[in-house]
């Protein structure tokens, strides 16, 4: 960034000329700043661009265009992760511009009051989400209806949300309550369980009025408009389900953002004065813009970027996303009007449409439809009347609700949201926190932690969910919460808790409540699978200020991983790191998984694994955090990875929404996303060889153990490495094609097989076991047949491989690499007809008993399968080292050899068979320079002085 320029240079392209991008203003937050003890971030240099600076050349052109009457809008659009949010909303004290714009405004209005002004100011709040294309009011929940509010057209104000609540507000203080009100909304009507798994485009809109008496002694009203928009972010096609199950919630957000590209590309090239058509009807969004992208606005766009090279093609296709909206040139009018006048065109309003109505409504047909309306048969035209015979009741309707607005009092209006609201209690419960014992909630996203809290100043309070005989305290609703859950009780002024039932999860500080436990300041508390709360006594923060820290939902999580056996200490390493990151998320989700599949009665049990490379079949890549997903009924079992299971619990989440509301939640087996198709292949190990024979052009043959992902042996495999000719004619160690150097292959034509005869001791609980491998550059698996489930399998697979001219990348292959053969195959059910019934909790209890619930997942666990295992073969390595050793020495002594030669005994030590260990220690008696003595000393002294 520099001045108004930003600049993006392909990282895959080093030598590729840079791209530059001109727009008003170009900011730089990545880094170059210092963050101070309250949290507040400032620039270390003029390079960083802190939330003050960009609502001083952001934020507050809009505020001056709310004064002068003019609507405005303000929307961040950007990638996943970018900013946006921390751009338009802030994160603690580093408030971002819609906060500071409210604050700001209420200044100026008090200013104005202070030096005698006579206007009156009204200022109206709103707040609604768009999700899943459905409007939602977040400060009125009970008016969102299935389908969400209705997106109705005015002539005279463009597109509106039908019944949209405007609450009148007279302070900042009261702005904070509303969107703090509306957040938690926002979270409760996403799935009433996680509220990250919920993603909106949210608009907080603004109506400033102003009223004052002009010379003529008439009222005037000059009235701005300001949406605040902090759209969903976009995110890349994979991350997306493109190679699989689609999310809803990110179909919908690509959709609504693609049909705003739309609408700006088109208005884009109608402000270079071609003749096309806006396609604002393509998504709600897009709707409830017009006004903002095309119509009678002053618009900004702050596009935020990942500054991160694995995300050029997003931040380039965001930058030409800003280039196209900087194009478009809307023409706004400053919005005063008498008062009387409007409520006159109102009536206009009503009195066209009750016209047009008695017409049968045809005539609403705009201009660029009547081609349509000519090729219409009557039957269509008859649906179309009545259709817009719908609409303009609803409009008369609506219209009729605004005159009665208007003739209503600023005072009446203001009366009337402050006895709806009953929000002077929360402010009050706000400031009981700074001195009494409370909690608030941690979430996953920063923004909405501490959103919620209660306060723990009485004597006890009992936490349990909305079917409780008699109402709980503290009501918390969602997976896992039982209608007693816990209490608390305040004694002394320490604060305790407890569970009330058997059945309840409650976890402090990761650690499972098994009896009555005292609360320190901070302590993390967990209720059912995602009720995460940080508990909170200002007189023990007093007492000792230094000895507590601020608590994150990440450091809450990571220590819950702890606790059930994960390493998560400070790893150094990236792929580490990557790692802790994966298992912090991945925790929580599969709680949830295993807490729905419960409630369900699925009879599914989901747990962490972790697959290395090598049990994915790969040579290189870091270990990866998987689902182990179990079929407690059938006694299946199948291993999903992060994206699938990810995928798989956004539709658990929506069946349990619907079953949560009584509504039709079964679905057909091919469609439930906690079951898996009994034809689905499984992975039932995989067996590995080093090629490092075919690099001395020598023949292998061995016997593989077949491991699977979690180190236990599954049976053995067969498999032969042969040399051959181009013809494919097998070689053997009799045609002497044995090479001393496997550098002396490159330039030369290298043929071999690759046989798998079969496998034993596979378990027979599978069927049509088959084995899949690559070699060197293959981008599709060669594959054995498929074999029956039998203890003793014959595949009698064989595989010519010619490489006419072997290259010193194929020589280091076979040189260094391995072979990796996984085996898979479709499991059989072991459903036992006469067993006896049980539900998910019984299965799951059956599991502890019977202590089959060991904790897999666990890396320590991981890591001591793979440390045995590589001691093992390092031991076996070693003595077949000193026995080589002994051969040599053997050897020298009995032709009187005084010395050995290096390159023989490496030779020696590095090959990798002992038929060439035996075929390097032969050079031993043909080495000349071993008459000659050792350090000078005669040779008598020695028979072998010095193994060089």
């Keep these: 960034m520099n001045g108004g320029t930003t600049t993006i240079a392909n990282p895959a392209e080093p030598n590729e000329e840079p791209k530059k991008f001109a727009f008003d203003y170009s900011y730089w937050s990545h880094d170059s700043f210092s963050e101070q003890e309250d949290g507040l971030l400032v620039p270390d240099g003029p390079k960083y661009a802190d939330q003050a600076r960009v609502f001083e050349e952001l934020g507050k052109g809009v505020l001056t265009n709310a004064w002068e009457g003019y609507n405005s809008c303000l929307f961040a659009y950007g990638q996943t992760g970018s900013g946006k949010s921390f751009s338009m909303v802030g994160y603690g004290v580093n408030k971002g511009i819609v906060p500071i714009f409210c604050d700001q405004l209420f200044i100026g209005i008090n200013q104005k009051k202070d030096e005698g002004s006579k206007a009156e100011y009204e200022v109206s709040f709103s707040m609604l989400e768009i999700y899943n294309e459905q409007v939602r009011d977040l400060l009125n929940p009970s008016s969102n209806k299935k389908g969400g509010l209705k997106v109705r057209e005015s002539p005279k104000i463009g597109f509106y949300a039908m019944g949209l609540k405007q609450t009148p507000v007279q302070s900042y203080a009261e702005i904070q309550d509303r969107m703090d009100e509306g957040t938690r909304n926002r979270t409760v009507a996403a799935t009433q369980m996680n509220a990250t798994s919920s993603r909106a485009h949210t608009i907080v809109g603004i109506k400033f009025t102003q009223k004052s008496i002009n010379d003529a002694g008439q009222e005037m009203a000059k009235t701005a408009i300001c949406n ?425 989440q929506e069946m349990y929404q619907n079953f949560q509301e009584g509504e039709d939640w079964q679905l057909p087996d091919e469609k439930d996303p906690f079951t898996e198709s009994p034809d689905t292949q499984v992975q039932i190990g995989s067996a590995h060889v080093y090629l490092q024979s075919l690099a001395y052009l020598i023949e292998t043959k061995e016997s593989a153990l077949i491991n699977n992902y979690q180190g236990q042996e599954q049976g053995l495999l067969d498999i032969e490495l042969v040399p051959c000719d181009d013809k494919g004619k097998e070689l053997s160690e009799a045609d002497d094609i044995f090479v001393e150097d496997p550098k002396d292959l490159i330039g030369r034509s290298l043929n071999f097989v690759i046989k798998i005869p079969g496998a034993t001791g596979i378990p027979n609980k599978y069927k049509d076991v088959h084995c899949r491998y690559k070699v060197f550059l293959d981008t599709v698996d060669n594959e054995t047949d498929k074999m029956g489930g039998s203890v003793s399998l014959e595949f009698r697979h064989r595989k010519y491989f010619n490489y006419k001219v072997a290259t010193s990348q194929l020589v280091d292959y076979l040189s260094n690499g391995m072979l990796s053969i996984q085996v898979w195959g479709v499991q059989q059910s072991k459903q036992s007809p006469n067993a006896k019934p049980m539900n998910t909790k019984m299965m799951v209890d059956a599991l502890k008993t019977s202590g089959d619930n060991a904790q897999s997942s666990s890396l320590e666990k991981t890591a001591y399968i793979l440390q045995v295992a590589a001691l093992k073969k390092q031991n076996q390595r070693l003595e077949e080292k000193i026995g080589q050793v002994k051969r040599i020495v053997e050897v020298a002594e009995r032709h009187n050899k005084s010395r050995v030669q290096t390159s023989v005994l490496k030779q020696v030590l590095n090959a990798p068979t002992v038929k060439l260990s035996e075929m390097a220690i032969a050079k031993v008696p043909l080495d000349e320079e071993n008459q000659h003595t050792c350090d000078h000393q005669p040779s008598q002294s020695s028979s072998v002085c010095v193994l060089m």
């Design 228 to 652: 605040l928009v902090d759209l969903a972010g976009s995110e890349r096609a994979e991350s997306t389900g493109a190679t699989g199950d689609r999310l809803k919630e990110g179909a919908a957000i690509n959709q609504s953002l693609s049909s705003l590209g739309n609408c700006i590309a088109a208005l884009a090239d109608k402000s270079k004065g071609k003749n096309v058509k806006v396609p604002y009807r393509d998504s709600v969004l897009t709707k409830l813009l017009k006004n903002a992208l095309g119509g009678n606005s002053k618009t900004i766009m702050i596009a935020a970027l990942s500054p991160a090279d694995i995300n050029y093609e997003e931040t380039l296709s965001t930058l030409r996303y800003a280039d196209r909206a900087k194009q478009i040139k809307n023409v706004a009018v400053v919005n005063e009007d008498p008062t009387e006048k409007l409520i006159r065109e109102l009536k206009e309003e009503n009195q066209r449409l009750m016209d047009a109505l008695k017409k049968g409504g045809l005539g609403e047909l705009k201009d660029d439809d009547e081609e349509e309306k000519q090729h219409m048969t009557e039957e269509e035209k008859e649906a179309l009347r009545k259709e817009l015979e719908e609409e303009m009741q609803g409009r008369l309707r609506d219209t009729e609700a605004e005159m009665e607005e208007m003739k209503k009092t600023w005072e009446e209006k203001l009366k009337q949201a402050q006895s709806s609201a009953g929000n002077g209690g929360e402010r009050e419960k706000k400031e009981a926190r700074k001195t009494k014992p409370h909690m608030y909630n941690l979430n996953m996203d920063n923004q909405l932690s501490g959103m919620i809290f209660h306060l723990l100043d009485q004597t006890s309070y009992k936490v349990g969910n909305n079917k409780a005989d008699s109402p709980p305290d503290i009501v918390l609703n969602g997976l896992s919460i039982q209608k007693e859950h816990a209490a608390f009780c305040n004694e002394d002024g320490k604060v305790f808790v407890e569970k009330s039932s058997p059945e309840a999860k409650l976890l402090v500080n990761g650690e499972p409540v098994i009896s009555k436990v005292e609360l320190d300041h901070n302590d993390r508390i967990m209720f059912g699978s995602n009720h995460l709360y940080v508990f909170q006594h200002p007189d023990l923060q007093k007492a000792n200020p230094n000895k507590y820290h601020v608590v994150t939902y990440e450091m809450a999580q990571e220590e819950i991983a702890q606790k059930n056996g994960f390493d998560m200490s400070d790893k150094q390493n990236t792929d580490d790191k990557l790692l802790q990151q994966d298992l912090i998320d991945m925790i929580p989700s599969v709680e949830e998984a295993n807490a729905m599949s419960e409630e369900l009665d699925k009879k599914v049990k989901f747990e962490i694994v972790m697959l290395s490379p090598r049990a994915r079949g790969l040579q290189h890549g870091r270990t990866e955090v998987c689902v182990r997903v179990r079929n407690l009924e059938c006694e299946l079992e199948y291993v999903w990875d992060k994206d699938k299971f990810t995928r798989r619990k956004y539709l658990m």
